[in-house]
């Protein structure tokens, strides 16, 4: 068994301890958080497990192996060094940390002491998405053409990071995943309502170009009233449909598209035929993507499998946040990026 601690009981660490509680290579030894009314709450779920308010205790411990950090992005660089430095895996939240710089710090000590890193790109393990890789691989979609992505909510403002650093890294992240590529170019137009004195981002629209030609829009936003999380991936052969937020059909595959006829002599005689069939629903596992990333974290420092989300990945997704703030502070400009790993 692998003796665990979490550094974070807020939002999103609850979420973690109790699937990494559920593993059964996974020994969850300690909790961590500077809250100890929220720290004492989470706590009464595993009694089993020591509750402390200063997290060094388990970077002390010799016997701990991994450290999962699920605290505010802007801590992530101090912790997720402290934890590497004492000798442990980690395992951080997303965005990595708060700039490329950062990353490819963490990376480079967790190489020098041959440690894993591994960053928390939920989608990348979750069913749905994993179904759309196997459908596109097989070239059920034939030629991607576009994808349009939202993920739209009323809330929750972050104090630390704009709407893109905050949502986007899900996108990017998967996106990343299904292309097997890195975007080369992005652009971006966003701006402040509500925390306008903070000039913190509450929208934002983001468009990533990938080799190919395929391009991919992003819409992002805590101005919303209603919670949206939908993919249209537009196809030469199919077009897919990924809602998020279904409880059952998650995935809808649609057999439409547009045929251009291969010979034709005069302008008269070119047409576009309009294909319509039929409408498949795919059928995909219940796991849940934390369960499965937990699980993959654990194999991973067990040397059963390789890194889905790595450093390295983590370090691509914060070069395209990047990117897309500079492009909004420039109004739009389009900025081609360049990854240094």
Request: glycine residues 8%; proline residues 4%.
């Amino acid at each position: 068994m692998i003796k665990t601690g979490v550094i974070g009981c807020g939002y999103w660490g609850p979420n973690l301890i109790r699937n990494l509680n559920a593993q059964p290579e996974c020994d969850l030894a300690y909790i961590s958080d500077l809250d100890k009314d929220r720290l004492n709450q989470v706590g009464l779920l595993y009694p089993g497990t020591t509750k402390t308010t200063d997290y060094h205790e388990i970077l002390k411990d010799p016997e701990v192996e991994a450290v999962v950090v699920a605290t505010p992005m802007s801590t992530h660089f101090k912790l997720g060094m402290e934890v590497l430095e004492a000798g442990k895996h980690l395992f951080l939240e997303k965005p990595m940390a708060t700039n490329s710089d950062d990353c490819k710090a963490l990376n480079a000590e967790a190489a020098k002491r041959g440690l894993q890193v591994m960053v928390g790109h939920t989608f990348v393990y979750a069913p749905a998405v994993r179904k759309i890789k196997e459908l596109m691989d097989a070239g059920e979609l034939g030629d991607m053409y576009y994808v349009n992505m939202s993920r739209v909510n009323l809330g929750i403002f972050q104090k630390d990071a704009n709407v893109v650093w905050d949502l986007v890294p899900h996108d990017v992240a998967m996106l990343n995943f299904l292309f097997g590529a890195d975007p080369v170019s992005v652009t971006a137009v966003g701006h402040c309502y509500v925390q306008r004195k903070l000039e913190i981002e509450d929208v934002a629209f983001v468009t990533l170009e990938y080799p190919g030609g395929i391009l991919a829009h992003i819409h992002v936003s805590w101005l919303d009233p209603n919670k949206i999380r939908n993919c249209t991936f537009v196809g030469s052969k199919k077009m897919l449909v990924y809602d998020d937020v279904s409880p059952a059909e998650k995935i809808r595959v649609y057999d439409k598209g547009v045929d251009v006829q291969p010979h034709y002599e005069t302008f008269g005689e070119f047409q576009l035929l309009y294909r319509a069939g039929d409408v498949f629903i795919p059928r995909l596992d219940g796991l849940e993507p934390l369960k499965a990333e937990t699980g993959h974290f654990l194999d991973l420092i067990s040397g059963k499998t390789k890194a889905l989300s790595s450093g390295v990945d983590g370090l691509k997704v914060v070069q395209v946040l990047e990117g897309a703030c500079q492009s909004m502070k420039e109004e739009g400009r389009r900025v081609d990026l360049n990854f240094e790993t």
